[in-house]
């Protein structure tokens, strides 16, 4: 899967799931994304800081050995999340395929329908223009299922730190409202606080890069395991249990790694996450934005925008 204002400075560390169709078009800014996953976003990454000696070089060629690496995985299969598979049509309708414009060109993000005039996704996936296509499987095929949908007002989170990747959650309000059918429909949220048990179960789809320069065409999925936060903590040095939630198993292989960011990580029917960052590599686990610490600002924030709608 393919996982991406406000804040303090600094490079952000490196978004995994994020903009990696940007990452192809763009190494030199990809390479400074990757040094600041080496300084700052995982300690393992720290550690091996001795093979910075390959110099800018290895920089240039690493979306290349990335992509080796990759279908070189045994469980990595063309055309689908890593341990994952291609999802049944429209089987998640309440998925959203984000198309963004930001000063380094246009890319893509995942989100979710969370109200007819709301959809849900990551604060990083924030732009200058952003579209949204509703009952969405294919992004190459004419489906009568979709609803192209223009966004009127981004709201990021105030306190989204792209430095250190806090308070990733956005909402977009649509210029129209979605028309919910068999392809098209919302998805719970959480209704109280809550902390997910490790071991728990919990599914991700989005649409990402099958090889060079091409994204999956159509919706794949995967299943994924809640781990305890010491799995992230020892990862990533601007973990919080609070507010994210750490998703992956590292000894089953899979991964969000060709996902959107933005996504949701939907658990027995209710999207309690949304991808956020992970590992360099693609290695589980990954970092989700905990939906239920944020009921206070998105009730808030609908119920706000709601009233401010042009008729």
Known sequence: MESMSGGEGGKRPLEQPLLLSYMWKHEPQFA?????????????????????????LAGKMWPLLLLVAFLLSPRARAGQIIGGREARPHSHPYMAYIQTLTPAGPTICGGFLVRED???TAARCLGSQINVILGIHSVTASEWTQQRIPVL??????????????????????????????????????????MLSPGTQCTVAGWGLTRLHRRAIT???????????????SRFDFYTGQKQICVGDPREGKSTFLGD?????????????????????????????RISSFLPWIRRTMRRF??????
């Open 153 to 194: 007002r981004p709201i990021p989170h105030p306190r989204y730190n792209q430095r250190n990747n806090q308070n990733d959650i956005m909402l977009l309000q649509l210029a129209n409202r979605a028309r919910q059918n068999e392809a098209v429909r919302l998805v719970a949220l959480p209704q109280t606080e809550e």
């Open 306 to 311: 709601q009233e401010w709608r042009p008729e």
């Open 219 to 233: 919706l794949q999925e995967v299943q994924l395991t809640i781990q305890r936060d010491g799995e992230c903590h």
């Open 118 to 120: 709301f959809v849900m």
């Open 32 to 56: 400074n994304l990757q040094d600041a996953a080496f300084k700052r976003g995982s300690k393992s990454g720290r550690r091996k800081q001795g093979q910075q000696l390959l110099g800018s």
């Open 261 to 289: 960011s933005g996504g949701p990580l939907v658990c027995s029917n209710v999207a309690q996450g949304v991808v956020s960052y992970g590992d360099r590599m693609g290695t589980p686990p990954a970092v989700f934005t």
